[in-house]
């Protein structure tokens, strides 16, 4: 097969020449790559890693977490700028994200970290005072504290027995702020639907109670997103496989 055209004052690349050039590009690439690879798993991940996540998720969840994974990686240094809204990875230098919802920009990877349900909770003394709802039905005459971040917004599906239902709840709060409308819940306000990772602690010491348990509600994944790349630095993976090994079974 002929890959160069050649003249006696130049010379060039035939179809067949460009498309092998192009192919052994890639291939060296691929190399490249592999070595990277085995590079790193022979050195100490260092270097500044860059998280965001949900304020509360970074809080009650991740904060806690991270002592081990610094002790374990005392190279790496963590900056974690936090916002409500979601920050652009590409544009911000992010290097890792914890997301609940699903994943939108295909220049992102995501990978699922855990189902996260969503479950109903009010204070003891709200249902003292206002009765505790024994079906989805009864919410319509309760005090819903409203998520408004959540496309589904007024509406709470429940599902129970393969029967699916959907509610039209109303209250006289919404935020979108998941901690606001746990601490409206805290103190009597309401009824809301909030990931159970929020409540854990609450629901032990009793200031919270779970409503409605039999029945299945929303769920809001939870999955840890980082942009696209044909190498991933090691402090990077290092990360994701810590944070995947504390988290991945941890409400399933």
């Known amino acids: 097969m002929k890959l160069i055209n050649r ?42 890693l860059r998280i965001t996540a949900p304020v509360p998720f970074a809080r009650l969840v991740l904060a806690p977490l991270l002592p081990e994974f610094l002790a374990q990686y005392p190279d790496i240094k963590i900056d974690m700028p936090l916002e409500e809204r979601h920050l652009d990875l590409i544009s911000e230098g992010i290097d890792v994200a914890i997301r ?59 599902s129970k027995d393969g029967s699916d239902q959907t509610v039209a709840v109303s209250g006289t709060f919404r935020s979108n702020s998941g901690e606001t409308n746990l601490a409206l819940v ?32 929303d769920h809001m994944p939870i999955n840890i997103v980082y ?10 993976r290092c990360f994701i496989d810590f944070i995947s090994d504390k988290l991945g079974d941890r409400y399933r």
């Not at 942009?227 to 990077?236: A, D, E, F, H, I």
């Open 227 to 236: 942009p696209q790349s044909r190498y991933l630095p090691l402090k990077v």
């Open 186 to 217: 805290l103190a009597g306000q309401g009824i809301t639907q909030i990931p159970v990772w929020m409540v854990d602690e609450h629901l032990r010491k009793g200031e919270l109670v779970q409503l409605l348990s039999e029945y299945e509600t």
């Open 100 to 158: 609940a919802r699903k994943l939108e920009d295909s220049s992102l990877i995501a990978k699922p970290l855990f189902d996260n349900p969503l479950i109903l909770v009010a204070s003891p003394t709200y249902l003292s005072d206002r009765g505790i709802p024994v079906s989805p039905a009864d919410l319509k005459s309760h005090d819903c504290i409203v998520y408004s971040l959540n496309k589904f917004l007024n509406n709470w599906h429940f």
């Open 7 to 48: 003249s006696s004052r130049e010379q060039s690349l035939t179809e067949a020449g460009s498309h092998y050039f192009e192919q052994c590009l890639s291939v060296l690439g691929e190399i490249d790559e592999m070595e990277a690879s085995v590079r790193a798993r022979t050195t100490s991940p260092k270097g500044l």
